[in-house]
Nanobody
Framework: DQLQASGGGLVQPGGSLRLSCTAS????????VGWFRQAPGKERVFVAK????????SYAESVKGRFSLSRDNAKNTVFLQMNSLKPEDTAVYYC????????????????????WGQGTQVTVSS
């Protein structure tokens, strides 16, 4: 596997989780990394992305102010810190990577990514 997502779990509303996306076999610093989520019976939707060359970050409106992205290139890892979690954040979270640089809006499209992690379940429930 070239991307491994981890860190999911069960958390109460208002709680926090930190997801990790770790790469192997890639020069990860050159890659843009996106996070997506998919709830049962729904499409996979964009959550956030960090672009490789300039580290430009963007978030979906639904998570702005609650989620934050960071990356540690020495560890080949991108982190998604999720705070103030809500039941509607419940989903399987996927990370994805692409070597190609795009304008910001393109990263919302899952089809542009070359590699995908296996997904990690996040459940927000009391």
């Amino acid at each position: 596997d070239q991307l491994q997502a981890s860190g999911g779990g069960l958390v109460q509303p208002g709680g926090s989780l930190r997801l990790s996306c770790t790469a192997s076999g890639l020069t990860f610093s050159a890659y843009s990394v996106g996070w997506f989520r998919q709830a049962p019976g729904k499409e996979r939707v964009f959550v956030a992305k960090i672009r490789g060359p300039d580290r430009h970050i963007s978030y979906a409106e639904s998570v702005k102010g609650r989620f934050s992205l960071s990356r540690d290139n020495a560890k080949n890892t991108v982190f998604l810190q999720m705070n103030s979690l809500k039941p509607e954040d419940t989903a399987v979270y996927y990370c994805a990577a692409t070597r190609t640089s795009y304008n910001t809006g393109s990263y919302y499209n899952p089809n542009i990514y070359d590699y995908w992690g296996q997904g990690t379940q996040v459940t927000v429930s009391s």
